[in-house]
């Protein structure tokens, strides 16, 4: 088994309230989960109105398709939030239970 994770640092230029940062958080956490079949969630920054943290798992018993996933998810976010710019970007590959 092999567990891909993602953490994925925003900055929300145009944002101006805690609750504009929500409602782009949510509908971004919602198009990531139905299209990529991962787990998604803020895991940061959760009092900033202009950064934002979201964290992305998944499962896999191959590394290299864990990893395509990963990828394909932060190009998902680079292309389709053109609101939304990537400051940085971690992924961590943890082989885990065989």
Request: charged share 30%.
């Amino acid at each position: 088994m092999v567990i891909g994770v993602c953490r994925i640092r925003l900055r929300l230029p145009e944002n101006q309230s805690l609750k504009g940062k929500r409602a782009v958080l949510k509908s971004l956490i919602a198009r990531l989960q139905n299209k990529f079949k991962v787990s998604v969630a803020e895991v940061g920054d959760n009092d900033s109105w202009q950064l934002a943290t979201i964290g992305a798992a998944c499962v896999s018993n191959d590394e290299r398709h864990a990893n395509q996933v990963l990828a394909a998810i932060v190009n998902f976010v680079r292309r389709e939030r053109l609101d939304a710019e990537i400051l940085d970007v971690e992924t961590e590959i943890i082989d885990g239970l065989s």
